[in-house]
């Protein structure tokens, strides 16, 4: 029966991801109500340095391997802690890495993988929530038996820093070799900010009325803010803007500092992907539409006369 929970730290030369630190607090929110522990690991070039990023978050054990291996040593991690703890759901990041070794390790342990888990009940054992078909259906998934991995959403569970201090163990270098070669390391080229990781959202719906502000005015409106251009599903369904854009049940979850929606109207399933941001402000012409009820500030007007000036304003602002 699972009490204890891992989260696999997914950093870049010591840079933790946000994901991460959101599943060190969901894992601390999950080991109180199941009696067990949190356990962090942090493997790779940059360990030490991610290891003591994770001591501001609520976590006991902080597992810290330098072995130059990366995959392979992510895995026997894992395997070498979740064991020593007898138990143990891990959380990853429903990311490319985070799946990929979530996986590794559910296949080494035998255990089943939940991907794209948006919450937990903890009611009678633990269980992972996840949107399937769309959005259509909410399944939930108990997990039962000793190990279990759940790939978390990023952005729907919170990161909350704390006071606690957990300590950093080293787990010794196998000294094995790997099987996998790098043969080299490649930078991503300069990709538009995407907007899970954006400060300022800047989204457009269906009244935009086609695909063209996508890439004028919205987009001015967010480079005016070093932000992102995100969208809801109509303006996706539409094929105005790709899908990558998209946000809500069935798009990405944000949560940004500023969130300003442009022409939507405000459905359920677009709130549930960006209810978190910290501020919401819409512009729309219609002063009754939904998402006045959950905005802080409602701009009613034309999107097309309001929005490039408001692109000026912030420009002068930051002249
Ligand atoms: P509309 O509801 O048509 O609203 C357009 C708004 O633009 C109106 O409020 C109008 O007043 C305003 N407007 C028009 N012209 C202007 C103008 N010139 N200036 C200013 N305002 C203007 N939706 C999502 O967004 N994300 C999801 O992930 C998602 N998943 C879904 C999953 C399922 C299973 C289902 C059933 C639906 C899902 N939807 C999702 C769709 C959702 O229900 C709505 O249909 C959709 O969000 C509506 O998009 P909209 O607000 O752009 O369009």
Same mark, same amino acid.
């Given at each position: 029966?699972?009490?204890?929970?891992?989260?696999?730290?997914?950093?870049?030369?010591?840079?933790?991801?946000?994901?991460?630190?959101?599943?060190?607090?969901?894992?601390?929110?999950?080991?109180?109500?199941?009696?067990?522990?949190?356990?962090?690991?942090?493997?790779?070039?940059?360990?030490?340095?991610?290891?003591?990023?994770?001591?501001?978050?609520?976590?006991?054990?902080?597992?810290?391997?330098?072995?130059?291996?990366?995959?392979?040593?992510?895995?026997?991690?894992?395997?070498?802690?979740?064991?020593?703890?007898?138990?143990?759901?891990?959380?990853?990041?429903?990311?490319?890495?985070?799946?990929?070794?979530?996986?590794?390790?559910?296949?080494?342990?035998?255990?089943?993988?939940?991907?794209?888990?948006?919450?937990?009940?903890?009611?009678?054992?633990?269980?992972?929530?996840?949107?399937?078909?769309?959005?259509?259906?909410?399944?939930?998934?108990?997990?039962?038996?000793?190990?279990?991995?759940?790939?978390?959403?990023?952005?729907?569970?919170?990161?909350?820093?704390?006071?606690?201090?957990?300590?950093?163990?080293?787990?010794?270098?196998?000294?094995?070799?790997?099987?996998?070669?790098?043969?080299?390391?490649?930078?991503?080229?300069?990709?538009?900010?995407?907007?899970?990781?954006?400060?300022?959202?800047?989204?457009?719906?269906?009244?935009?009325?086609?695909?063209?502000?996508?890439?004028?005015? &919205?987009?001015?409106?967010? +480079? /005016? *803010?070093?932000?992102?251009?995100?969208?809801?599903? #109509?303006?996706? =369904? $539409?094929?105005?803007?790709?899908?990558?854009?998209?946000?809500?049940?069935?798009?990405?979850?944000?949560?940004?500092?500023?969130?300003?929606?442009?022409?939507?109207?405000?459905?359920?399933?677009?709130?549930?992907?960006?209810?978190?941001?910290?501020?919401?402000?819409?512009?729309?012409?219609?002063?009754?539409?939904?998402?006045?009820?959950?905005?802080? &500030?409602?701009?009613?007007? +034309? /999107? *097309?006369?309001?929005?490039?000036?408001?692109?000026? #304003?912030?420009? =002068? $602002?930051?002249?």
């Amino acid at each position: 029966m699972i009490q204890n929970v891992i989260a696999f730290v997914e950093h870049k030369h010591g840079t933790v991801r946000r994901v991460s630190f959101e599943a060190a607090t969901q894992a601390r929110a999950l080991a109180d109500k199941l009696g067990g522990k949190v356990h962090a690991v942090v493997v790779g070039d940059g360990a030490q340095t991610a290891a003591e990023a994770l001591k501001k978050y609520p976590v006991d054990q902080i597992h810290v391997s330098d072995d130059t291996r990366f995959l392979e040593n992510a895995v026997d991690a894992l395997e070498t802690v979740a064991k020593a703890a007898g138990n143990g759901l891990v959380l990853v990041g429903n990311t490319m890495l985070g799946r990929d070794v979530g996986s590794r390790f559910a296949a080494r342990v035998d255990c089943g993988m939940n991907a794209d888990v948006v919450d937990f009940t903890t009611d009678g054992g633990i269980a992972a929530v996840m949107p399937k078909l769309g959005g259509l259906v909410i399944t939930t998934c108990a997990l039962d038996g000793d190990f279990g991995v759940a790939a978390i959403r990023p952005n729907v569970f919170s990161a909350k820093e704390t006071s606690g201090a957990g300590e950093i163990v080293q787990i010794p270098s196998s000294g094995k070799a790997s099987a996998i070669t790098v043969e080299d390391e490649v930078e991503e080229a300069a990709a538009e900010l995407g907007v899970e990781e954006a400060s300022v959202v800047v989204s457009g719906g269906r009244g935009m009325g086609g695909p063209e502000p996508f890439t004028t005015i &919205l987009k001015d409106l967010a +480079d /005016a *803010f070093g932000g992102a251009v995100g969208a809801s599903r #109509a303006a996706v =369904d $539409a094929g105005w803007v790709s899908h990558g854009h998209q946000v809500g049940q069935t798009g990405k979850t944000v949560s940004p500092p500023l969130y300003i929606a442009v022409g939507i109207s405000g459905a359920i399933q677009h709130k549930v992907g960006m209810r978190t941001s910290e501020t919401i402000v819409a512009i729309n012409k219609d002063a009754n539409a939904p998402i006045a009820e959950f905005a802080d &500030l409602l701009v009613v007007g +034309d /999107a *097309f006369a309001i929005v490039p000036e408001l692109a000026n #304003a912030v420009r =002068d $602002a930051k002249a």
